[in-house]
């Protein structure tokens, strides 16, 4: 479980009458905490003072040449630290892409990248999820104007090496995004209804899909069966999805509108 608290520092340098304004961000796991100091260097560019306190404790610096990076969130995926969000670099086309920072649990950069589809982009979630990590872009277009218009994400695909796998394109307002296991949930609206949701390989799931499966249908080894929102197995409430690889006999109720559809597998 991670908490974020965000504490304001005023630093002054003692050979200069410059004060620089930051703010330090915690980022509270099990056994340790992120600190991340958002500052500038001797160069003018702007990033962050980064200390890990607890376990296997290191500090360093997030500064990059010619750049100012802003860090949206913080993850531990496979045990490794992942920084979030966006970048700019001056001399470039765009003002800002995405941008991914992952370091080692000893604070090693494992990997960095940053995202440009030629307009503006900004990570604004990561999720591990069904052996892949899928990275959310909100992605501007442009109107009649040349304005920029944030309408529409892109979905980005990467293996746990961070090698990229594929990426997907949605042209919607989408509220919120959040992973299970095995769906990447999108959101159309503020409540708790789940519309649509993508699968590692991007095949997209509406909410009033029938289920793939028969009824009486019967598995070797093990099965998922893929939904979204609250199903019935054996009068026990589950949600978005179901893996079963355990020998038995089940009832799945599953209802998209009404009345419940029973599946005996």
């Known amino acids: ?11 002054i340098g003692l050979n200069s009458q410059q004060t620089h304004a930051s ?3 915690i980022y509270q796991f099990d056994d340790y905490q992120i600190q991340l100091t958002y500052t500038s260097d001797n160069q003018s560019n702007r990033g962050y003072e980064l200390a890990k306190i607890g376990s296997n404790p290191f500090s360093t610096m997030l500064f990059y040449e010619h750049s100012d990076i802003r ?9 490794n630290h992942v920084f979030y969000g966006y970048i700019h670099q001056d001399d470039q086309p765009t003002y800002y892409d995405g941008f991914m920072v992952v370091l080692s649990p000893s ?18 979630h990561v999720f591990p999820m069904d052996n892949v990590i899928m990275v959310v872009l909100s992605t501007s277009t442009t109107d009649e104007r040349r304005s920029y218009i944030f309408d ?50 991007f095949q997209l799931l509406d909410a009033y899909d029938v289920l793939p499966i028969e009824t009486n249908q019967e598995f070797t080894e ?9 199903a019935i197995l054996n009068n026990e409430i589950i949600e978005n999805g179901i893996f079963l690889d355990y020998p038995g006999k089940y009832r799945l109720q599953y209802r998209v509108s009404s009345p419940y559809l029973t599946y005996v597998l």
Not at 158 to 181: L, V
């Open 222 to 230: 093990f099965v998922y069966i893929p939904f979204l929102n609250q």
């Open 152 to 201: 529409h994400y892109t979905v980005i695909s990467y293996s746990y090496n961070y090698e990229m796998i594929d990426d997907f394109d949605i042209f919607e307002d989408i509220k919120s995004f959040e992973a299970s296991p095995y769906l990447l949930i999108l959101n159309r609206d503020y409540d708790q209804f789940h519309d649509v949701a993508l699968t590692r390989d």
């Open 23 to 25: 703010t330090t961000e």
């Open 71 to 79: 860090i949206a969130d913080v993850l531990e995926i496979d045990g």
């Open 1 to 11: 479980m991670k908490k974020v608290v965000f504490l304001l520092v005023l630093f």
């Open 107 to 124: 604070g090693e950069e494992i990997d960095r990248k940053i995202i440009d589809y030629e307009l503006l982009e900004e990570i604004i």
